[in-house]
């Protein structure tokens, strides 16, 4: 990329992510109620995220083969019990993640 190509590419990230940033504050004022189909999303979105994210970490996995998902379902219930007990969820994904590593480097 020449000098210019990544000034423009930086230039562009910094507008994307602004927009982004302020958009909502723009949209939405203070003094107005948010719309009721938006409030829904912020609801349930983050569910539907986190349960696409697990969909996709379980996809390769091959229970005919292998240590049939062994690793990946003792984790995944680490996960749950750390997010039971601290309802915290940097610590849940945190410590799930360390759990899983640990597992297939000293255990599978």
């Known amino acids: 990329m020449t000098l210019t190509q990544q000034i423009i590419t ?6 994307g992510t602004m927009t982004t940033r302020f958009l909502p504050f723009i949209v939405f004022r203070e003094n107005k109620e948010t719309p009721a189909f938006i409030q829904y999303i912020g609801k349930f979105l983050p569910s539907a995220v986190f349960g696409m994210l ?26 749950c019990g750390l997010h039971i007990w601290k309802r915290q969820m940097l610590v849940s994904i945190a410590g799930g993640t ?9 255990i599978f």
């Open 10 to 15: 930086i230039a562009l990230c910094i507008l």
């Open 54 to 79: 697990v969909i996709y970490c379980l996809r390769n996995v091959n229970v005919m083969q292998g240590n049939h998902g062994i690793p990946e379902l003792l984790a995944i219930i680490v996960t």
């Open 98 to 106: 360390i759990f899983y590593m640990l597992l297939l480097h000293f």
